[in-house]
């Protein structure tokens, strides 16, 4: 028998690196000395997380609903990109199980900064902060990443059905 009562999404996202840029990840200001290049504020969490989120909802994924043609997401903080998609989600039958994320770069090290972006992960999703787990990874020097060129995220969301009433 199919337990319809569970969904499980996974989000991806890279984006390269830019001096001049802050670096956001899951809505924190991370020191360092580039950014990420993008339309929006390019933090690759939210932005993992949310296509994580509509996948397992079966919703339109990140680019669908906020395309990096539209001149209204230029620059945005992808923490309203996430805010419209939980109002998105709060129309489905789902709700949060939990989040695992896995943040992939070379520099810098994320240690000193995942309380806060566990914190501010589980803030954005209404949800407890021990049902958010944030793990950093290098690329060993290998490829974009590897090379500072670039900083990836893989999310991965567990939905379960609202109950009835």
Same mark, same amino acid.
């Not at 360092?32 to 997380?49: F, R």
């Not at 994580?52 to 680019?63: C, E, F, R």
């Not at 566990?118 to 803030?123: I, T, Y």
């Not at 990443?145 to 999310?155: K, Q």
């Given at each position: 028998? $199919?337990?319809?009562?569970? #969904?499980?999404? $996974?989000?991806?996202?890279?984006? #390269? *690196?830019?001096?001049?840029?802050?670096?956001?990840?899951?809505?924190?200001?991370?020191?360092?000395?580039?950014?990420?290049?993008?339309?929006?504020?390019?933090?690759?969490?939210?932005?993992?997380? $949310?296509?994580?989120? *509509?996948?397992?909802?079966?919703?339109?994924?990140?680019?669908?609903?906020?395309?990096?043609?539209?001149? #209204?997401?230029?620059? $945005?903080?992808?923490?309203?990109?996430?805010?419209? *998609?939980?109002? &998105?989600?709060?129309?489905?039958?789902?709700?949060?199980?939990?989040?695992?994320?896995?943040?992939?770069?070379?520099?810098?090290?994320?240690?000193?900064?995942?309380?806060a972006m566990?914190?501010?992960?589980?803030?954005l999703l209404?949800? &407890?902060?021990?049902?958010?787990?944030?793990?950093?990874? *290098?690329n060993e020097?290998?490829?974009?990443?590897? &090379?500072?060129?670039?900083?990836?995220?893989?999310?991965?969301?567990?939905?379960?059905? #609202?109950?009835?009433?």
């Open positions: 028998m $199919i337990n319809d009562n569970l #969904r499980i999404g $996974i989000g991806y996202d890279l984006h #390269r *690196t830019q001096a001049g840029r802050d670096l956001v990840l899951a809505n924190v200001k991370i020191p360092h000395t580039v950014g990420l290049a993008g339309h929006s504020d390019a933090d690759v969490v939210l932005h993992a997380l $949310i296509d994580a989120i *509509t996948g397992a909802a079966g919703l339109p994924d990140v680019g669908e609903m906020f395309p990096n043609t539209d001149a #209204r997401f230029a620059g $945005i903080d992808s923490a309203h990109l996430l805010s419209a *998609t939980m109002q &998105e989600l709060r129309q489905t039958p789902w709700a949060i199980v939990n989040v695992d994320v896995v943040v992939i770069a070379q520099t810098p090290k994320l240690s000193p900064h995942k309380a566990k914190q501010r992960l589980a803030d209404e949800i &407890e902060v021990g049902r958010v787990n944030i793990k950093g990874k *290098t020097h290998v490829d974009a990443i590897g &090379e500072n060129r670039a900083v990836g995220c893989h999310c991965v969301v567990l939905l379960a059905r #609202r109950a009835a009433g």
